[in-house]
């Protein structure tokens, strides 16, 4: 999370220094990620990712005075999966494994400063993502349950940093991959979880 600060402090400080990029106009982007929590440790709980599609939005490039942003809006993914012990009630011998996903699609707000390296564009900045709807599925002893998730069963906004490789193909198409870091805690006093992701995009710019 220091790293990822200090290199965004680093890049607007030199993008005083140096002649602007040339900043696109409004594009629209679609891709997806892989998705998970870093989490503490939970004794019998393993911790998975899951694939989060589609991830898509709209961008543009502008001046906030001398620093220049990349801005977008648009569904983004959060999610993670987790695998655990099933215990006979009377026994209270292990007896297989309950398996849960829980996936959410969320309003993404970011914004990144843009710095040129050869063809390409290092972007780092923040990124923010509001729930709109969630699912959770169980596996419970060879029954799949389903739950549709609203209101309070929805996680808080989540406030992240992101840094990103975009790579323009042509004038008007380009690809981007990143990593995006939750830095809000959606776990409880017990355990501390935190959203990620590595994601892909395909951006068109008009």
């Known amino acids: 999370m220091k790293i990822i600060l200090t290199i965004l402090v680093s890049m607007t400080t030199v993008m005083f220094a140096q ?7 409004w594009g629209v982007y679609v891709g997806g990620g892989s998705m998970g929590v870093v989490a503490d440790d939970m004794e019998g709980v393993t911790w998975g990712r899951i694939i989060g599609v589609p991830v898509l939005g709209i961008s543009r490039g502008l001046m906030a005075g001398p620093i220049p942003l990349s801005v977008g809006a648009g569904l983004g993914k959060r999610g993670f999966t987790q695998e655990m012990p099933n215990y006979d009630f009377l026994s209270g011998e292990e007896d297989g494994t309950v398996k849960a996903e829980n996936q959410y699609t969320t309003l993404d707000i970011w914004a990144t400063v843009p710095y040129p390296v050869g063809p390409a564009f290092i972007q780092a900045g923040f990124i923010m993502g509001m729930s709109l709807s969630g699912t959770s599925t169980s596996d419970f002893m060879g029954t799949e349950i389903e739950l549709e998730l ?7 906004p989540d406030l992240g940093l992101m840094v990103a490789l975009a790579y323009p193909i042509n004038d008007n198409i380009g690809i981007n991959f990143g990593y995006a870091h939750g830095l809000t805690n959606h776990g409880d006093d017990s355990m501390s979880m935190n959203f990620n992701g590595i994601f892909g995009l395909v951006g068109y710019n008009f």
């Open 150 to 156: 609203e209101g309070d069963m929805l996680p808080d």
């Open 19 to 25: 002649d602007q990029p040339e900043l696109p106009g």
